[in-house]
Nanobody
């Protein structure tokens, strides 16, 4: 049974930082690229960042470049999203997902999400 479990969300003031983690089980982690998405009520889920299987290639949405960093530790089956200089518009539920290849958009598995709230 595949599970992706996110953690690290919370309430933070604008300008602050959070580090999200997503730990996978039940799959061969380094067979997958990993993506982070976020969603706010009434809006479509939005791509935030992705990383290939080795960590050698990444992709980020323009809105988070220079502020968010994605990384992974294959020995721990975990992908991270370091979020700095947070803005109120970064508020949302953050989800991790597997992808068969970075940028492919084939998301077989999703986590349950973790809430990030940035106050102004």
């Amino acid at each position: 049974q595949v599970q992706l479990v996110e953690s690290g969300g919370g309430l933070v003031q604008a300008g602050g930082s959070l580090r999200l983690s997503c730990t996978a089980s039940g799959l061969t982690f380094n067979n997958y690229a990993m993506d982070w998405f976020r969603q706010v009520p009434g809006k479509a889920r939005e791509f935030v960042a992705g990383i290939n299987w080795s960590g050698g290639s990444i992709a980020r949405a323009d809105s988070v470049k220079g502020r968010f960093t994605i990384s992974r530790d294959n020995a721990k089956n975990t992908v991270y999203l370091q979020m700095n200089s947070l803005k109120p518009e970064d508020t949302g539920v953050y989800y991790c997902a597997t992808d068969r290849r970075l940028g492919l958009g084939s998301h077989d598995y999703w986590g349950q999400g973790t809430q990030v709230t940035v106050s102004s």
